[in-house]
């Protein structure tokens, strides 16, 4: 694609972490059930491949969300556009991201979430972007650590675009200059 200045995932890295990772929340929870709780729509593509190697049942449920402030800048006040369907009180949560970044909507999240009494709540990111952070967050599990710098693919998008593929990269600047910061 013309758009890809540099792949920094390939296809294959990101499979064979994802499995990894897959691995180690299976020896975690045994037999408990998880709520995958996956954030829209950037967690989709990562909750559904992770999802194939977690050993203990699973049930899914889906957040959406939507930062108040400009299209470049997380504002860190979030607005639930769709809410859980079912009750996490007294369940095993585990947040699936597709990436953290200033933390601010997790943070957000984490406060709101808690305050329904899961029986824990842990977080999943596969991309942990720490350099931007704003607030402190523990992240449980991580895929990959990756620099400042705009990502596009695997869940990711660019104006609501290549979210499908398979593989994470950096955009040629043309493409974004004025858009993102
Ligand atoms: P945070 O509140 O700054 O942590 O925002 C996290 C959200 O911003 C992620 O869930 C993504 O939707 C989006 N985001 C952060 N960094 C990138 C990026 O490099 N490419 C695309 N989206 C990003
Ligand atoms: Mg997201």
């Given at each position: 694609m013309d758009i890809v200045e540099?792949?920094?995932l390939s296809e294959e890295q990101?499979?064979?972490?994802?499995?990894?990772?897959?691995q180690a929340?299976?020896?975690d929870y045994g037999d408990e059930c998880i709520t995958l709780l996956c954030i829209l729509k950037g967690g989709l593509m990562f909750l559904c491949d992770l999802a194939k190697h977690i050993t203990s049942p699973v049930v899914y449920d889906f957040m959406s969300v939507s930062s108040?402030?400009?299209a470049t800048q997380s504002s860190g006040?979030?607005?639930i556009t769709k809410d859980l369907e079912e009750s996490i009180e007294g369940k095993h949560v585990i947040i699936v991201e597709d990436i953290i970044d200033t933390g601010l909507t997790l943070?957000?999240?984490l406060n709101n979430l808690h305050s329904r009494n899961p029986a824990s709540l842990r977080i999943c990111t596969l991309l942990n972007k720490e350099a931007h952070r704003k607030v402190e967050i523990a992240v449980d599990y991580v895929g990959f650590d990756v620099?400042?710098?705009f990502l596009v693919g695997y869940g990711l998008d660019f104006k609501q675009l290549y979210r499908n593929i398979p593989y994470v990269f950096v955009p040629k600047?043309?493409?974004?200059?004025?858009q993102v910061d």
């Amino acid at each position: 694609m013309d758009i890809v200045e540099r792949i920094v995932l390939s296809e294959e890295q990101i499979q064979t972490r994802v499995q990894e990772l897959g691995q180690a929340i299976s020896q975690d929870y045994g037999d408990e059930c998880i709520t995958l709780l996956c954030i829209l729509k950037g967690g989709l593509m990562f909750l559904c491949d992770l999802a194939k190697h977690i050993t203990s049942p699973v049930v899914y449920d889906f957040m959406s969300v939507s930062s108040y402030g400009d299209a470049t800048q997380s504002s860190g006040v979030v607005r639930i556009t769709k809410d859980l369907e079912e009750s996490i009180e007294g369940k095993h949560v585990i947040i699936v991201e597709d990436i953290i970044d200033t933390g601010l909507t997790l943070s957000y999240l984490l406060n709101n979430l808690h305050s329904r009494n899961p029986a824990s709540l842990r977080i999943c990111t596969l991309l942990n972007k720490e350099a931007h952070r704003k607030v402190e967050i523990a992240v449980d599990y991580v895929g990959f650590d990756v620099p400042n710098e705009f990502l596009v693919g695997y869940g990711l998008d660019f104006k609501q675009l290549y979210r499908n593929i398979p593989y994470v990269f950096v955009p040629k600047p043309e493409y974004y200059q004025d858009q993102v910061d």
